[in-house]
């Protein structure tokens, strides 16, 4: 006779149990369905919010082929970092999510590394999204009411003012913490909602574009190279009124000392190889592409668990590599007067191609749709971050984990967690005055988070030593590709580290630098002798927590 179907309560009890094998009891409100574990990642990778905001770096470096090959290229070396983690996903469901992974693969110390570069991505991430789209509401405010790049605000000064910025993205934030606070199933009903709002805005826009954009170029301007502004340009700052490769750090700009180091840089970044200027462009694609790790750390909130979680990161980044390469081209076609350098230089790129191609109702209506896209990427991002913030300190892995495990009586959600971390997130735009630095330093951060797992999972494989991924364990399996992929992705990852760290990104190098001597040191003086990892939870103290 068949197998009988479950009913919803016997496949939450089926994944409380699953929780409680691996040490855990379930102390979230399990309410996700498979729907929304996908749209959780695919509302943080939101094709309107990366692919929109970075549109101008890439068309910069290298003109249109950035868009039509680069796109296709970074998508398909991140569904392999994608179907990796899945795999693992699907083995061990636990809202720690890549943190719990790297503790059961390699021990406490992989672990411990693992979640904090995952919690500094997280919080970059977040930042970035909604320093980005604060910065764009400005701009589309600009244009709505026909104010001019410089205008000046009180106390502030021109509206571009980064400060200013950090001031709007403070309002943005505002509502998506209480909506993050009041409960996973308003939480989800959002991201629901943020799906549609992507895909059906997203074939909006490129209607709109199709059958009405006044600007329509060949299929050959689609793969043209054009260098607007060198790597040189692009990393350097005015000190003592001279123009020169520099490192910058908030509103402080001092000379670059990997320019200083290594003179011959000076020659290849004024000179602007396609190689180079190619490979920094793939900047705006790969920092869309993160996030998709948030389906991993609703996994204590989601239903069937080890198979709803694994199809949301992969098939988050599916839909979104197909979405957005849609998107991408038609925007590119659609290049006023084949302008690139016009284009990749306003300040607003998308709006600027909006509105030199459609009607004013038009162009606004693009503007909205591509707004609330990026409020609603901002709302999920924070609940994502929370959860691993949340995993991280119900195993004591942090100071202040006694505050931010605390769980709401009421929403069942970890409301310190989903506070603090969005605070942080504003700090962090305070360090970093520069858009592509905050996401460089979000897309490094979150990746090498992403890949430790992963290699890991391969390392064992290959040995036949320790815990790894097998179809008994993980019913998302990869099979016999397994370990090829595994390879493919980590070297990719590699790849990408490097790339993302040198000028004008330089100051990521730095920080991760820092990041890591103080993890060093903060591990060998304290963490060391105090942080067990993940462990079993007690049921007396968990009760007592959650009054």
């Known amino acids: ?264 840089l000076k020659g290849l970044y004024s000179s602007a190889p396609f190689a180079l200027v190619f490979t920094l462009g793939l900047l705006q694609a790969q920092w869309t592409y993160t996030g998709y790790d948030a389906s991993a750390h609703v996994a204590e909130e989601t239903i069937m668990a080890r198979k709803n979680s694994a199809w949301g990161i992969f098939l988050s980044v599916l839909v979104s590599a197909v979405a957005g390469y849609i998107l991408l081209l038609v925007l590119t076609w659609c290049i006023p007067n084949k302008d690139i350098a016009k284009t990749a230089n306003d300040a607003y790129p998308v709006l600027y191609i909006a509105t030199e191609n459609l009607s004013a109702f038009m162009a606004n209506l693009v503007a909205v749709i591509i707004g609330v896209a990026m409020w609603l990427c901002g709302s999920s991002s924070i609940a994502s971050m929370s959860r691993m913030w949340y ?48 996401t460089s330093i979000s897309t490094i951060a979150l990746y090498i988070a992403y890949i430790l797992p992963v290699y890991l999972n391969w390392r064992n494989k290959r040995s036949g030593k320790g815990e790894f991924t097998t179809p008994e364990t993980a019913p998302w399996n990869l099979g016999k590709w397994g370990k090829p992929i595994n390879l493919l992705a980590i070297l990719w990852v590699c790849l990408i580290t490097v790339l993302f760290s040198i000028p004008p990104n330089e100051l990521v190098l730095w920080t991760l630098l820092i990041m890591l001597i103080k993890l060093g040191l903060y591990w060998q003086f304290w963490a060391k002798k105090r942080f067990t990892g993940p462990t079993p939870a007690d049921e007396a103290e968990l009760r007592l927590e959650m009054k």
């Open 391 to 438: 995993a991280f300190a119900r195993d004591d892995g942090m100071p202040g984990a006694r505050l931010m495990k605390q769980i709401h009586p009421k929403h069942q959600t970890p409301i310190y967690a989903i506070l603090l971390t969005s605070l942080f997130s504003v700090l962090i735009c305070l360090y970093a005055a520069a858009y592509s630095l905050i």
């Open 1 to 264: 006779m068949a197998d009988r179907k479950l009913s919803r309560e016997e496949m939450i009890q089926q994944d409380i149990a699953d929780l409680q094998s691996l040490g855990y009891t379930q102390q979230l409100f399990r309410e996700m369905g498979g729907f929304s574990n996908f749209a959780i990642s695919f509302s943080i990778i939101s094709i309107l919010t990366g692919a929109v905001l970075l549109y101008g770096t890439g068309l910069k470096f290298a003109g249109p082929v950035i868009n039509s090959v680069g796109w296709p290229l970074v998508s398909l070396f991140t569904l392999l970092v994608a179907a990796s983690m899945a795999e693992i996903a699907s083995a061990y469901p636990t809202a720690g999510g890549l943190y719990f992974w790297a503790f059961r693969l390699g021990g406490i110390k992989w672990a411990w590394i693992t979640a904090w570069f995952n919690m500094v991505g997280q919080i970059t991430a977040t930042a970035a999204i909604n320093m980005g789209a604060a910065i764009y509401f400005i701009g589309a405010a600009t244009r709505l009411f026909h104010l001019p790049d410089d205008y000046r605000l009180p106390v502030f000064g021109a509206i571009s003012n980064w400060y200013f910025q950090i001031g709007v993205m403070v309002l943005l934030l505002i509502p998506q913490i209480l909506i993050n606070a009041f409960g996973i199933r308003l939480t989800a009903k959002l991201n629901n909602l943020s799906v549609y709002w992507h895909l059906i805005g997203g074939a909006i826009i490129v209607a709109l574009l199709t059958f009405w954009g006044k600007h329509h170029s060949d299929f050959g301007f689609l793969f043209h190279y054009v260098n607007s502004v060198t790597p040189l340009d692009a990393s350097s700052a005015t000190i003592h009124e001279q123009s020169v490769p520099a490192l910058v750090v908030g509103s402080y700009s001092v000379p670059s000392p990997l320019f200083a180091m290594f003179p011959f």
